[in-house]
């Protein structure tokens, strides 16, 4: 029969001996018979890279691999991300110690973790972007504008909104993706003038135009242009900055002008018909000095309502409509995603990635009537069997902001049957020192991030 090997037999051995410490992370790279399963990880043919992982670490801290993982080949492809970056997230996974890396890189490692689930390593890595000025702000605008980053966005959105001449100027606005432009278009105050903005915006197409040479200057802009408001613009302007851009049509461009002459509505399918403008932003009136930015001691805290981890959810059937109702407190809130479930890949027909829409009526209740509404539409493209958290933003790309000592009612409709769930008893109440919220019927909501 075989001897059992003692932890004092071990350290007998080293006695004098001071063995290095070596980062886990390290370790596991470097011990490939620990390895049971190979990535074959690039979005190009031409850059993939085979990388080996250990299953077990992968799928303990990350839904989506865990999904992923299930019942899988020896080797598994993924193509959204890079090998770079794909390592960091192993050695994040491992246990080990990242290495210094630029603020372009977090960005994408705070991206990928959040795609992945890998909650601890979005806040780690997006810590370590938080912008101070206009020249690093762009790393940490390409996370809050593609994710949810509570604890990134009001530092992103006061240097944006304060600073926006200098953002738009600068280099790196040129090398943005169509997700960032959307996010400084919709914004309701910036610092810049509605014609500084098209400009930086046919600056940005033209580039875009030669980079990507398959699309037209048009569809490159075409999901930002219901946030510009042409329609106030003077004639001159239009005629000058707009009209020889040909980005409009000849047909578009005389209706823009009759409008703007006639100082009437414009309506055109995806292109904005609001004729104000935009409001200017004073950095005096809501943050104090502009000298302040990045110092700014009022930034909101962000919390998270974890339903799941408050009481028992028991699962039901899908289903398309759910509501809850939430009653503030002494402050007001900002509501800033919603984690919902995404339907089992079993049902999805093996393919693992699909579309959600979701459309959720806000209805403010005072006296027991309705006495104002908002409507928020949340979705994207998704990955089944996990949880996915979902920015929060009104039609107009505004912020949801709850008043204080006051009662909303949220209804959410699918398009088509999600995970839903009930509460132990009917009617419960969930209560912190900001909100309480009460569960009506189904809930779909499993949490939700919100600022105070």
Not at 46 to 65: H, P, R, T
Not at 106 to 121: M, R
Not at 217 to 222: E, G, P
Not at 353 to 368: E, F
């Amino acid at each position: 029969m075989g001897s059992v090997k003692e932890t004092s037999d071990v350290t007998s051995e080293t006695t004098g001996e001071k063995t290095a410490y070596i980062d886990p992370a390290t370790f596991i790279m470097n011990h490939k018979t620990y390895h049971d399963l190979v990535f074959v990880v690039g979005k190009n043919e031409a850059d993939i890279e085979k990388i080996s992982a250990v299953k077990c670490y992968l799928v303990s801290q990350s839904s989506v691999f865990r999904e992923l993982l299930n019942d899988s080949e020896h080797e598994v492809r993924v193509r959204d991300i890079s090998p770079e970056i794909f390592k960091l997230m192993l050695i994040h996974m491992y246990g080990g110690k990242l290495p210094p890396m630029k603020q372009e890189t977090l960005a994408q490692l705070a991206l990928a973790a959040c795609f992945y689930n890998i909650q601890p390593l979005v806040v780690k890595a997006s810590i370590k972007i938080q912008p101070k000025s206009p020249e690093d702000v762009f790393p940490a605008l390409m996370c809050v504008a593609n994710v949810s980053c509570p604890n990134l966005e009001p530092h992103v959105l006061k240097i944006i909104q304060q600073k926006t001449t200098e953002v738009l100027s600068s280099d790196e606005f040129l090398s943005l993706d169509v997700k960032c432009l959307e996010y400084i278009f919709r914004q309701e105050k910036l610092s810049a003038t509605e014609l500084e903005l098209w400009k930086a915006l046919v600056r940005w197409t033209e580039k875009k135009a030669i980079e990507e040479p398959e699309k037209t200057r048009r569809q490159h802009i075409q999901t930002i242009l219901p946030y510009v408001r042409l329609n106030s613009f003077t004639p001159v302007e239009i005629g000058k900055e707009v009209a020889s851009t040909r980005i409009l049509t000849a047909e578009e461009g005389m209706k823009l002008l009759t409008a703007v002459t006639s100082n009437q509505p414009w309506e055109l399918f995806g292109i904005c018909s609001i004729q104000e403008k935009r409001e200017k932003f004073d950095s005096t009136q809501e943050n104090g000095s502009s000298d302040d930015v990045g110092n700014d001691t009022n930034v909101k805290t962000s919390h998270l309502f974890d339903i799941a981890n408050l009481t028992t959810l028991n699962i039901v059937e899908s289903n398309t409509v759910s509501n809850l109702t939430v009653h503030t407190l002494e402050k007001e809130i900002e509501i800033v995603s919603f984690r919902f479930e995404s339907n089992p890949i079993e049902i999805l027909g093996g393919h693992p990635v699909y579309s959600l829409k979701c459309a959720v009526t806000v209805s403010k209740i005072q006296s027991g009537f309705c006495k104002e509404t908002f409507i928020v539409e949340i979705g994207g493209m998704i990955i089944g069997s996990s949880d996915i958290d979902f920015p929060v933003k009104l039609r107009n790309g505004q912020p949801l902001i709850l008043e204080a000592k006051s009662i909303y009612n949220f209804a959410f409709e699918y398009t088509a049957p999600h995970p839903a769930y009930t509460l132990p008893s009917p009617n419960t109440s969930l209560d912190n020192e900001q909100i309480s919220v009460k569960f009506n019927t189904l809930t779909h909501v499993k949490a939700f991030n919100y600022q105070v």
